[in-house]
Protein backbone atom coordinates (compact mmCIF):
# COMPACT_ATOMS: atom_id res chain seq x y z
CA UNK A 1 0.00 0.00 0.00
CA UNK A 2 3.07 2.44 0.58
CA UNK A 3 3.44 2.86 -3.16
CA UNK A 4 0.03 4.57 -3.64
CA UNK A 5 0.71 7.71 -5.89
CA UNK A 6 0.11 10.40 -2.99
CA UNK A 7 -1.74 12.92 -5.02
CA UNK A 8 -2.17 16.19 -3.42
CA UNK A 9 -6.54 17.51 -4.05
CA UNK A 10 -7.02 20.03 -5.74
CA UNK A 11 -5.08 22.98 -3.72
CA UNK A 12 -8.29 25.47 -1.88
CA UNK A 13 -6.70 29.29 -1.76
CA UNK A 14 -8.90 31.73 0.01
CA UNK A 15 -8.17 35.08 -0.90
CA UNK A 16 -4.96 36.84 0.84
CA UNK A 17 -6.07 39.42 3.89
CA UNK A 18 -9.41 37.68 4.42
CA UNK A 19 -11.41 37.84 7.89
CA UNK A 20 -10.07 37.30 10.76
CA UNK A 21 -12.01 35.24 13.16
CA UNK A 22 -12.55 38.46 15.33
CA UNK A 23 -13.85 40.07 12.20
CA UNK A 24 -16.27 37.47 11.48
CA UNK A 25 -17.30 37.72 15.28
CA UNK A 26 -19.94 35.74 16.28
CA UNK A 27 -20.80 32.83 13.74
CA UNK A 28 -23.81 32.03 15.43
CA UNK A 29 -25.41 35.45 15.16
CA UNK A 30 -25.89 34.63 11.58
CA UNK A 31 -24.74 32.87 8.58
CA UNK A 32 -26.06 35.44 6.04
CA UNK A 33 -24.21 38.54 8.40
CA UNK A 34 -21.19 36.30 8.50
CA UNK A 35 -20.69 35.63 4.37
CA UNK A 36 -21.58 39.00 3.62
CA UNK A 37 -18.92 40.44 5.84
CA UNK A 38 -16.78 37.53 4.35
CA UNK A 39 -17.46 38.41 0.42
CA UNK A 40 -17.07 42.31 0.80
CA UNK A 41 -13.57 41.80 2.84
CA UNK A 42 -12.49 39.33 0.24
CA UNK A 43 -14.12 41.27 -2.58
CA UNK A 44 -12.02 44.34 -1.88
CA UNK A 45 -8.76 42.26 -1.77
CA UNK A 46 -9.48 40.59 -4.96
CA UNK A 47 -10.06 43.89 -6.68
CA UNK A 48 -6.96 45.05 -5.11
CA UNK A 49 -5.19 42.04 -6.20
CA UNK A 50 -6.86 42.12 -10.46
CA UNK A 51 -5.80 45.86 -10.49
CA UNK A 52 -1.95 44.32 -9.56
CA UNK A 53 -1.70 42.22 -11.96
CA UNK A 54 -3.64 44.22 -14.58
CA UNK A 55 -0.80 46.77 -14.15
CA UNK A 56 1.97 43.72 -14.76
CA UNK A 57 0.29 42.40 -17.84
CA UNK A 58 -2.19 40.04 -16.45
CA UNK A 59 -4.94 39.77 -19.14
CA UNK A 60 -8.33 38.47 -16.75
CA UNK A 61 -10.15 41.56 -16.34
CA UNK A 62 -8.70 44.68 -18.50
CA UNK A 63 -7.55 43.05 -21.36
CA UNK A 64 -10.32 40.90 -23.31
CA UNK A 65 -8.43 37.10 -23.71
CA UNK A 66 -8.54 36.09 -27.52
CA UNK A 67 -11.69 33.70 -26.24
CA UNK A 68 -13.62 36.93 -25.75
CA UNK A 69 -12.73 37.86 -29.30
CA UNK A 70 -13.12 35.49 -31.72
CA UNK A 71 -15.16 32.67 -33.17
CA UNK A 72 -15.49 29.66 -30.91
CA UNK A 73 -15.81 26.15 -31.52
CA UNK A 74 -18.80 24.58 -33.27
CA UNK A 75 -21.41 22.95 -32.28
CA UNK A 76 -21.54 19.08 -32.00
CA UNK A 77 -17.48 19.26 -32.65
CA UNK A 78 -17.85 16.14 -29.95
CA UNK A 79 -20.68 14.62 -30.26
CA UNK A 80 -20.81 13.31 -26.84
CA UNK A 81 -19.20 15.75 -24.46
CA UNK A 82 -15.97 15.66 -22.65
CA UNK A 83 -14.69 17.62 -19.15
CA UNK A 84 -12.58 20.72 -19.90
CA UNK A 85 -8.78 20.21 -19.95
CA UNK A 86 -8.23 21.72 -17.47
CA UNK A 87 -10.03 19.23 -15.56
CA UNK A 88 -7.91 15.72 -16.23
CA UNK A 89 -6.33 15.51 -12.87
CA UNK A 90 -9.67 14.53 -11.91
CA UNK A 91 -10.10 10.74 -12.60
CA UNK A 92 -10.68 7.29 -10.92
CA UNK A 93 -7.61 5.85 -9.99
CA UNK A 94 -6.25 2.12 -8.89
CA UNK A 95 -4.11 1.11 -6.54
CA UNK A 96 -1.08 -0.50 -7.71
CA UNK A 97 -0.49 -3.85 -5.91
CA UNK A 98 -3.90 -4.04 -4.42
CA UNK A 99 -4.93 -7.02 -6.53
CA UNK A 100 -2.54 -9.34 -8.70
CA UNK A 101 -4.23 -8.89 -12.29
CA UNK A 102 -6.08 -5.36 -13.22
CA UNK A 103 -8.78 -7.30 -14.45
CA UNK A 104 -9.68 -8.13 -10.80
CA UNK A 105 -9.35 -5.00 -9.24
CA UNK A 106 -10.74 -1.49 -8.37
CA UNK A 107 -10.92 1.92 -9.04
CA UNK A 108 -12.32 4.69 -6.55
CA UNK A 109 -13.95 7.68 -7.55
CA UNK A 110 -12.52 10.78 -6.78
CA UNK A 111 -14.45 11.91 -3.52
CA UNK A 112 -12.77 14.85 -3.31
CA UNK A 113 -13.35 16.31 -6.58
CA UNK A 114 -16.97 16.07 -6.63
CA UNK A 115 -20.39 18.49 -6.03
CA UNK A 116 -23.49 17.46 -4.93
CA UNK A 117 -24.99 14.21 -4.81
CA UNK A 118 -24.67 12.51 -8.16
CA UNK A 119 -21.41 11.16 -9.38
CA UNK A 120 -21.01 11.57 -13.25
CA UNK A 121 -20.90 7.66 -15.33
CA UNK A 122 -17.94 8.15 -16.17
CA UNK A 123 -16.15 8.39 -12.60
CA UNK A 124 -18.75 5.57 -11.27
CA UNK A 125 -16.20 3.14 -9.33
CA UNK A 126 -15.13 0.35 -10.74
CA UNK A 127 -15.47 -3.13 -8.95
CA UNK A 128 -14.81 -6.47 -11.35
CA UNK A 129 -14.23 -10.05 -10.16
CA UNK A 130 -13.17 -11.08 -13.78
CA UNK A 131 -12.51 -7.89 -15.91
CA UNK A 132 -15.29 -5.87 -17.76
CA UNK A 133 -17.23 -6.38 -20.95
CA UNK A 134 -19.36 -4.29 -23.88
CA UNK A 135 -21.93 -6.59 -24.14
CA UNK A 136 -24.14 -6.38 -27.45
CA UNK A 137 -27.58 -5.76 -25.85
CA UNK A 138 -29.52 -7.51 -28.74
CA UNK A 139 -27.88 -10.97 -27.97
CA UNK A 140 -28.31 -9.75 -24.03
CA UNK A 141 -30.85 -12.22 -21.81
CA UNK A 142 -32.57 -12.02 -18.59
CA UNK A 143 -33.58 -15.47 -17.17
CA UNK A 144 -35.94 -16.26 -14.69
CA UNK A 145 -36.23 -19.58 -13.08
CA UNK A 146 -36.89 -21.47 -9.95
CA UNK A 147 -39.75 -21.67 -7.76
CA UNK A 148 -42.35 -19.92 -10.56
CA UNK A 149 -45.42 -21.23 -12.70
CA UNK A 150 -44.09 -19.86 -15.84
CA UNK A 151 -40.34 -19.66 -16.12
CA UNK A 152 -39.51 -17.06 -18.63
CA UNK A 153 -36.50 -15.56 -20.43
CA UNK A 154 -36.75 -11.79 -21.93
CA UNK A 155 -35.12 -9.30 -24.22
CA UNK A 156 -33.37 -5.93 -23.50
CA UNK A 157 -36.69 -4.83 -25.71
CA UNK A 158 -38.76 -7.35 -23.68
CA UNK A 159 -37.75 -5.28 -20.49
CA UNK A 160 -37.54 -1.70 -21.64
CA UNK A 161 -41.72 -1.58 -22.59
CA UNK A 162 -42.05 -2.75 -18.93
CA UNK A 163 -43.47 -0.13 -16.56
CA UNK A 164 -39.95 1.64 -15.53
CA UNK A 165 -39.01 3.83 -12.48
CA UNK A 166 -35.90 6.24 -12.16
CA UNK A 167 -34.74 6.48 -8.48
CA UNK A 168 -31.48 8.22 -6.55
CA UNK A 169 -29.57 5.39 -4.74
CA UNK A 170 -26.06 5.32 -3.35
CA UNK A 171 -23.90 2.09 -4.13
CA UNK A 172 -20.83 1.12 -1.90
CA UNK A 173 -18.62 -1.58 -1.90
CA UNK A 174 -18.97 -3.42 1.30
CA UNK A 175 -14.73 -3.31 1.06
CA UNK A 176 -14.85 0.35 1.33
CA UNK A 177 -12.66 1.97 4.04
CA UNK A 178 -11.46 -1.72 4.21
CA UNK A 179 -7.43 -1.00 4.10
CA UNK A 180 -7.96 1.03 7.53
CA UNK A 181 -9.17 -1.27 10.04
CA UNK A 182 -6.42 -1.52 11.94
CA UNK A 183 -4.23 1.59 11.30
CA UNK A 184 -3.79 4.26 8.58
CA UNK A 185 -3.21 2.93 5.34
CA UNK A 186 -3.93 5.45 2.17
CA UNK A 187 -3.76 8.70 2.37
CA UNK A 188 -6.59 10.74 0.36
CA UNK A 189 -10.73 10.11 0.51
CA UNK A 190 -10.63 9.16 -2.87
CA UNK A 191 -8.77 5.53 -1.72
CA UNK A 192 -10.19 5.73 1.66
CA UNK A 193 -13.52 5.87 0.65
CA UNK A 194 -13.93 5.89 -2.77
CA UNK A 195 -15.57 2.48 -3.23
CA UNK A 196 -19.11 4.91 -3.24
CA UNK A 197 -21.02 6.57 -5.79
CA UNK A 198 -24.60 7.29 -5.92
CA UNK A 199 -27.15 7.99 -9.95
CA UNK A 200 -30.06 7.96 -10.56
CA UNK A 201 -31.02 4.36 -11.82
CA UNK A 202 -33.92 3.79 -14.20
CA UNK A 203 -35.40 0.12 -14.94
CA UNK A 204 -38.33 -2.29 -14.02
CA UNK A 205 -39.16 -3.15 -10.62
CA UNK A 206 -38.09 -6.24 -9.73
CA UNK A 207 -41.25 -7.20 -8.25
CA UNK A 208 -43.02 -6.76 -11.61
CA UNK A 209 -41.14 -9.44 -13.25
CA UNK A 210 -41.54 -12.28 -10.41
CA UNK A 211 -45.33 -11.41 -10.52
CA UNK A 212 -45.27 -11.85 -14.52
CA UNK A 213 -43.63 -15.45 -13.72
CA UNK A 214 -46.00 -15.91 -11.20
CA UNK A 215 -43.98 -17.08 -7.62
CA UNK A 216 -44.91 -19.76 -5.92
CA UNK A 217 -45.26 -17.85 -2.65
CA UNK A 218 -45.71 -20.81 -0.52
CA UNK A 219 -42.24 -21.69 -0.99
CA UNK A 220 -40.04 -19.14 -2.11
CA UNK A 221 -37.96 -17.13 0.38
CA UNK A 222 -35.44 -16.07 -1.61
CA UNK A 223 -33.70 -15.11 -4.99
CA UNK A 224 -30.45 -15.90 -6.18
CA UNK A 225 -29.10 -13.07 -8.75
CA UNK A 226 -26.41 -14.17 -11.37
CA UNK A 227 -24.04 -12.31 -13.90
CA UNK A 228 -22.90 -12.96 -16.85
CA UNK A 229 -19.31 -12.55 -16.30
CA UNK A 230 -16.77 -15.09 -16.22
CA UNK A 231 -16.48 -14.17 -12.28
CA UNK A 232 -20.06 -16.97 -11.46
CA UNK A 233 -20.66 -13.20 -9.48
CA UNK A 234 -23.70 -14.90 -7.64
CA UNK A 235 -25.57 -13.56 -4.83
CA UNK A 236 -28.75 -14.45 -2.46
CA UNK A 237 -31.39 -11.93 -1.98
CA UNK A 238 -34.38 -11.94 0.39
CA UNK A 239 -37.64 -12.57 -1.37
CA UNK A 240 -39.06 -9.78 0.80
CA UNK A 241 -36.17 -7.19 -0.33
CA UNK A 242 -36.86 -8.36 -3.96
CA UNK A 243 -40.37 -7.76 -4.21
CA UNK A 244 -39.68 -4.19 -2.11
CA UNK A 245 -37.30 -1.52 -3.60
CA UNK A 246 -35.17 -3.72 -6.18
CA UNK A 247 -34.87 -2.78 -9.90
CA UNK A 248 -33.86 -4.67 -12.69
CA UNK A 249 -31.90 -1.67 -14.44
CA UNK A 250 -30.44 -0.63 -17.69
CA UNK A 251 -30.62 3.45 -17.46
CA UNK A 252 -27.96 5.76 -15.19
CA UNK A 253 -28.08 9.17 -14.82
CA UNK A 254 -30.08 9.84 -17.98
CA UNK A 255 -28.29 7.19 -20.48
CA UNK A 256 -28.09 3.36 -21.10
CA UNK A 257 -25.69 1.81 -18.10
CA UNK A 258 -21.48 2.10 -18.71
CA UNK A 259 -20.39 -0.87 -19.57
CA UNK A 260 -17.81 -1.05 -16.24
CA UNK A 261 -21.15 -0.50 -14.58
CA UNK A 262 -23.07 -3.96 -15.91
CA UNK A 263 -24.39 -2.51 -19.42
CA UNK A 264 -27.27 -3.14 -20.46
CA UNK A 265 -28.48 -4.87 -17.02
CA UNK A 266 -27.77 -4.33 -13.77
CA UNK A 267 -29.40 -5.48 -9.75
CA UNK A 268 -30.03 -2.21 -8.35
CA UNK A 269 -30.10 -3.74 -4.69
CA UNK A 270 -30.35 -0.20 -2.44
CA UNK A 271 -28.76 0.29 0.97
CA UNK A 272 -26.95 -2.91 0.38
CA UNK A 273 -23.51 -3.72 -0.31
CA UNK A 274 -22.60 -3.28 -3.87
CA UNK A 275 -21.31 -7.11 -4.32
CA UNK A 276 -25.69 -7.88 -4.73
CA UNK A 277 -26.05 -5.32 -7.64
CA UNK A 278 -25.34 -8.20 -9.86
CA UNK A 279 -23.66 -6.23 -13.26
CA UNK A 280 -24.02 -7.99 -16.87
CA UNK A 281 -27.70 -9.66 -14.89
CA UNK A 282 -27.95 -13.16 -16.73
CA UNK A 283 -30.39 -15.01 -14.49
CA UNK A 284 -32.67 -14.71 -11.43
CA UNK A 285 -33.64 -18.09 -9.70
CA UNK A 286 -36.06 -17.86 -7.06
CA UNK A 287 -35.28 -20.54 -4.00
CA UNK A 288 -36.08 -21.67 -0.21
CA UNK A 289 -33.15 -21.24 1.27
CA UNK A 290 -29.84 -19.17 0.54
CA UNK A 291 -27.49 -20.46 -2.07
CA UNK A 292 -24.35 -19.88 0.35
CA UNK A 293 -22.17 -19.41 -2.76
CA UNK A 294 -18.49 -18.47 -2.88
CA UNK A 295 -19.29 -14.80 -3.00
CA UNK A 296 -21.44 -15.22 0.67
CA UNK A 297 -19.49 -18.31 2.22
CA UNK A 298 -15.77 -17.17 1.57
CA UNK A 299 -15.86 -13.96 0.40
CA UNK A 300 -18.28 -10.71 2.18
CA UNK A 301 -18.01 -12.25 5.51
CA UNK A 302 -17.32 -10.52 8.74
CA UNK A 303 -14.59 -11.78 10.76
CA UNK A 304 -14.94 -11.26 14.48
CA UNK A 305 -12.62 -10.59 17.27
CA UNK A 306 -13.10 -14.73 18.49
CA UNK A 307 -12.14 -16.14 15.09
CA UNK A 308 -15.73 -16.95 14.02
CA UNK A 309 -17.59 -14.73 11.31
CA UNK A 310 -20.49 -13.06 10.69
CA UNK A 311 -22.87 -14.28 7.11
CA UNK A 312 -25.07 -11.92 5.46
CA UNK A 313 -24.52 -9.11 6.72
CA UNK A 314 -25.08 -6.99 4.02
CA UNK A 315 -26.81 -3.44 5.01
CA UNK A 316 -24.14 -0.43 4.25
CA UNK A 317 -25.24 0.80 8.03
CA UNK A 318 -25.16 4.98 8.46
CA UNK A 319 -21.80 6.55 7.51
CA UNK A 320 -19.88 10.04 6.44
CA UNK A 321 -16.92 11.41 5.57
CA UNK A 322 -15.54 14.70 4.67
CA UNK A 323 -14.52 15.09 1.25
CA UNK A 324 -13.02 18.75 1.72
CA UNK A 325 -10.87 19.68 3.26
CA UNK A 326 -9.51 15.70 3.13
CA UNK A 327 -6.43 14.07 3.21
CA UNK A 328 -3.86 15.24 0.37
CA UNK A 329 -5.21 18.76 0.45
CA UNK A 330 -3.75 21.87 1.48
CA UNK A 331 -5.13 24.87 2.90
CA UNK A 332 -3.09 28.15 1.75
CA UNK A 333 -5.03 30.23 4.01
CA UNK A 334 -6.49 30.55 7.28
CA UNK A 335 -9.50 32.41 7.45
CA UNK A 336 -13.27 31.26 5.85
CA UNK A 337 -13.22 27.33 4.44
CA UNK A 338 -16.65 25.67 3.88
CA UNK A 339 -16.59 22.30 5.26
CA UNK A 340 -18.36 20.02 2.45
CA UNK A 341 -19.05 16.17 3.02
CA UNK A 342 -21.15 13.15 1.78
CA UNK A 343 -23.55 11.25 4.39
CA UNK A 344 -25.66 7.76 3.49
CA UNK A 345 -27.11 5.10 5.26
CA UNK A 346 -29.02 1.50 3.94
CA UNK A 347 -31.47 2.15 6.46
CA UNK A 348 -33.35 5.34 4.65
CA UNK A 349 -32.28 9.07 5.01
CA UNK A 350 -30.13 10.83 7.19
CA UNK A 351 -31.36 12.78 9.69
CA UNK A 352 -28.37 14.68 11.23
CA UNK A 353 -24.45 15.32 10.66
CA UNK A 354 -22.36 16.62 12.89
CA UNK A 355 -18.56 18.35 12.56
CA UNK A 356 -15.94 18.11 14.71
CA UNK A 357 -13.12 20.17 14.60
CA UNK A 358 -11.02 19.29 17.58
CA UNK A 359 -11.11 15.84 17.41
CA UNK A 360 -14.62 15.12 18.72
CA UNK A 361 -14.09 17.62 21.88
CA UNK A 362 -17.20 19.82 20.58
CA UNK A 363 -19.64 18.98 17.82
CA UNK A 364 -21.83 21.45 15.70
CA UNK A 365 -24.85 20.03 13.95
CA UNK A 366 -24.50 20.95 9.51
CA UNK A 367 -26.58 21.79 6.85
CA UNK A 368 -27.81 19.20 4.88
CA UNK A 369 -28.48 20.38 1.43
CA UNK A 370 -31.43 19.14 -0.51
CA UNK A 371 -32.61 16.83 -2.06
CA UNK A 372 -32.19 14.15 1.49
CA UNK A 373 -33.27 10.93 -0.02
CA UNK A 374 -33.30 7.97 1.01
CA UNK A 375 -30.62 5.32 0.54
CA UNK A 376 -28.77 7.80 -1.25
CA UNK A 377 -26.09 10.31 -0.28
CA UNK A 378 -26.86 13.10 1.02
CA UNK A 379 -24.39 16.72 0.59
CA UNK A 380 -23.77 18.36 4.38
CA UNK A 381 -21.71 21.25 4.76
CA UNK A 382 -20.76 23.68 7.51
CA UNK A 383 -19.08 27.55 7.57
CA UNK A 384 -15.69 27.05 8.64
CA UNK A 385 -13.00 30.27 10.11
CA UNK A 386 -9.42 28.45 10.61
CA UNK A 387 -7.47 29.99 12.76
CA UNK A 388 -3.87 28.25 11.64
CA UNK A 389 -3.93 26.51 14.85
CA UNK A 390 -3.80 22.63 14.15
CA UNK A 391 -7.04 20.49 14.26
CA UNK A 392 -8.89 17.58 13.51
CA UNK A 393 -11.67 17.49 11.11
CA UNK A 394 -14.39 14.49 11.94
CA UNK A 395 -18.34 13.53 10.86
CA UNK A 396 -20.81 11.98 12.42
CA UNK A 397 -23.90 10.92 11.10
CA UNK A 398 -27.38 9.55 12.14
CA UNK A 399 -29.96 8.01 10.22
CA UNK A 400 -33.87 8.45 10.83
CA UNK A 401 -33.70 5.19 12.39
CA UNK A 402 -31.51 6.96 15.09
CA UNK A 403 -28.69 5.00 14.91
CA UNK A 404 -25.24 7.41 15.19
CA UNK A 405 -21.98 6.45 13.26
CA UNK A 406 -19.49 4.72 15.28
CA UNK A 407 -16.11 5.98 16.34
CA UNK A 408 -12.92 3.98 15.66
CA UNK A 409 -12.73 2.70 19.10
CA UNK A 410 -16.35 1.49 19.72
CA UNK A 411 -16.34 -0.65 16.26
CA UNK A 412 -13.31 -2.19 17.26
CA UNK A 413 -14.71 -2.97 20.34
CA UNK A 414 -17.42 -5.54 18.51
CA UNK A 415 -15.67 -5.99 15.19
CA UNK A 416 -11.55 -6.14 16.22
CA UNK A 417 -9.28 -4.71 13.56
CA UNK A 418 -8.93 -7.45 11.05
CA UNK A 419 -11.88 -7.47 9.16
CA UNK A 420 -12.04 -6.37 5.76
CA UNK A 421 -16.09 -5.41 5.15
CA UNK A 422 -18.49 -2.91 6.92
CA UNK A 423 -16.12 -0.31 8.11
CA UNK A 424 -18.28 2.50 8.89
CA UNK A 425 -16.05 4.21 11.69
CA UNK A 426 -15.78 7.85 12.11
CA UNK A 427 -13.14 9.49 9.60
CA UNK A 428 -10.53 12.01 11.10
CA UNK A 429 -8.40 13.97 8.80
CA UNK A 430 -5.64 16.05 11.01
CA UNK A 431 -5.00 19.85 9.53
CA UNK A 432 -1.06 20.71 10.77
CA UNK A 433 -0.35 24.65 11.04
CA UNK A 434 1.11 24.04 7.59
CA UNK A 435 -2.15 23.72 5.74
CA UNK A 436 -1.41 20.34 4.75
CA UNK A 437 -4.44 17.66 5.75
CA UNK A 438 -4.08 13.95 6.58
CA UNK A 439 -5.20 10.87 7.23
CA UNK A 440 -5.06 9.96 10.82
CA UNK A 441 -6.99 7.59 13.57
CA UNK A 442 -7.96 9.80 15.86
CA UNK A 443 -9.41 6.95 18.35
N1 LIG B 1 -21.38 -8.26 -10.86
C1 LIG B 1 -20.68 -9.07 -11.66
N2 LIG B 1 -21.35 -9.78 -12.58
N3 LIG B 1 -19.33 -9.19 -11.57
C2 LIG B 1 -18.62 -8.47 -10.63
O1 LIG B 1 -17.40 -8.58 -10.58
N4 LIG B 1 -18.75 -6.91 -8.75
C3 LIG B 1 -19.61 -6.59 -7.63
C4 LIG B 1 -20.91 -5.94 -8.09
N5 LIG B 1 -21.48 -6.69 -9.17
C5 LIG B 1 -19.35 -7.63 -9.76
C6 LIG B 1 -20.74 -7.53 -9.93
C7 LIG B 1 -19.02 -5.72 -6.64
S1 LIG B 1 -17.99 -6.48 -5.52
C8 LIG B 1 -19.36 -4.41 -6.52
S2 LIG B 1 -18.79 -3.47 -5.23
C9 LIG B 1 -20.20 -3.74 -7.50
O2 LIG B 1 -20.61 -4.63 -8.54
C10 LIG B 1 -19.45 -2.59 -8.13
O3 LIG B 1 -20.25 -1.98 -9.08
P1 LIG B 1 -19.59 -0.89 -10.04
O4 LIG B 1 -18.39 -1.53 -10.72
O5 LIG B 1 -20.66 -0.48 -10.99
O6 LIG B 1 -19.15 0.25 -9.16
Redesign the pocket.
Known amino acids: MSQLPVRPGRIRRAPEGFLTPEQVGDVAAGRRDFLRQAFAAASVTALGVSAAHAADGDPAILNLPEHSTSLGRPVAERPYGLPSQYEAGLKRRESPGLTRVAAASVSFAPLQGLFGIITPSGL???????GWHDIDPARHRLMINGLVKEARVYTMDDLMRLPSVSRIHF?E??ANTGMEWGNVAVPTVQYTHG?L?CSEFTGVPLSVLLDDCGIDMKRAKFVLAE???G?S?TRTIPLDRALDDVIVAWGQNGEMLRP???YPL?LVVPGI???S????LRRIEVGDQPWATKDEAVHYIDLLPDGTHRQYTSIQECKSVITTPSGGQTLLDRGFHNISGLAWSGRGKIRRVDVSTDGGRNWRTARLETPVLSKALTRFNIDWVWDGSPAILQSRAMDDTGYVQPTYRQLREVRGTRSIYHNNAIQSWKLAESGDVSNVQAY
Open positions: HFERHHQICGMSGADSMENGRQGVWVKW
